[in-house]
C-alpha cells in the first residue's frame, strides 16, 4: 500500500509533507481536496492502510477509509476510473477467469464505469490538439522537449504526438495510444513543471476511451510489426522516448504506464515476447518491489524476460544519457556473451 500511495503522488505531481509538526508516523500530509480553508498539509494519509483524515474536517466527512477515494476526489473523476489510476483490477464483461481473459485480449473493449457498461467504439483527435513544430505558437512544447534532452526532431518523426494551447489538455503533450491503427486513448504531459495545480500526466478517462492507457502497451501495433534483439518495457512514455533515441539498432523500448500489470497489457506482452529475443523490464530507481512483482508475475506468460535495476545514482530511464544508455546494453551484451 505504501508503494502504491507515493507513486501515485509522484506521478500526479501532488505535494506531500513527508515529516515536521503535524505528519504522524507512518504518514504523510497532503492539502485537503475538500477544505476551502488557506492551511496547508492538512490532510494526513495513513501509508500501510490508505486512511485519510482532514483535522479541520473529519466531523464534515473530510475523511475515509478507502484510498482510491481519496484519488477520486483530487483528480475529479469516477471511483471506478480511481482504482484504474491505482492499477486495481478493472473487470472485462463475461471474464470468467484469469486465463479466459487472456484470451480475449483482442476483442473489443467493453469496460465497466461507474456499475454500468460503457461501450466506446470510436474516439477522435480533438480539433484543439496541434501538431508540435519549432516556430510559432508551439514552439514552448518543443523548447520543453530539448529541455528534456529529447530531440524534438526525432520524436516527431517516429511518433504521433500533439500539444494543446487551451482546453481540458491546455499547456500539455499529448501521446496517443493506438491499437490495430484505431485511436485507443491517449495521456497528456504537462510542460508546467513544478506547479502544483497542474497534475503531470492527464489521461483520457475510462469511460470516455476505448482501451485505457493503462491496459495497452505504447506504440504496440509498430513493435508487434518489427522485431529485434532485445525490447524495453518502461514505466513512462518519457522513459520509452529517451531509451529509443539513444538504444542501438536491434533494440526498441516502449512503456507500461504503471506500476502493476494489467490483463490486456499481458496478452499483449505474449505477443512481443515472440518477435524479441529478450525482453527487458527495466522501471523507475524507487519502483524496485513493484518490478519484482511485475517480473514474478510475467514470467508465468514469457520465458524471454530479464528484469533489470537501475544504478542508485540513475533515477528513472528518462534522465539516462547517451553513454549511459550505450553502457547498459554493452553490459547486456557481454553477459550474454560469458553465458553461451
Known sequence: MKERILEFFKRYNIAVKRSGVGVAQHHININCPYCD???????????????????????????GVN???????????SLKEAKSILGMRVMLEGEADFKNSINKMFEPRVLEVEGEISKVKKI??????????????????????EARGIDPLILTSRYTIYCALQGRYAQRIIIPYYYQG??????????????????????LSVGESIIHVKHLIYNYDELVRDSGDGL?????????????????LGYRATCISTKSMQTAQIGMIKKLSKRYKTLYLL??????????????????????????????????????????????????EEKACKAD
Open 67 to 77: 484510498f482510491y477515494k481519496l484519488v477520486a476526489k483530487l483528480l475529479d473523476v
Open 182 to 203: 484505431q485511436l485507443m486513448s491517449w495521456t497528456a504531459r504537462t510542460i508546467r513543471d513544478g506547479r502544483y495545480e497542474d497534475i503531470r500526466y492527464k489521461d
Open 37 to 63: 480553508k488557506d492551511e496547508k498539509f492538512t490532510m494526513g494519509i495513513d501509508l500501510k492502510t490508505g486512511k485519510f483524515g482532514c483535522w479541520w474536517g473529519k466531523d464534515r466527512g473530510h475523511a
Open 283 to 332: 522501471l523507475d530507481e524507487d519502483a524496485m518491489m513493484e518490478t519484482v512483482g511485475i517480473g514474478s508475475e510475467l514470467r508465468c506468460f514469457v520465458n524471454n524476460l530479464q528484469v533489470l535495476m537501475l544504478p542508485s545514482d540513475i533515477k528513472d530511464p528518462g534522465s539516462m544519457s547517451e553513454q549511459q544508455v550505450q553502457n547498459l546494453v554493452r553490459g547486456i
Open 124 to 145: 477522435q483527435v480533438p480539433e484543439e490538439f496541434k501538431t508540435i513544430r519549432k516556430d510559432g505558437t508551439t514552439g514552448r512544447f518543443w523548447t520543453y522537449l
Open 232 to 248: 524495453f518495457f518502461c514505466e513512462g512514455v518519457f522513459d520509452c522516448f529517451n531509451l529509443e533515441q539513444h538504444l542501438p
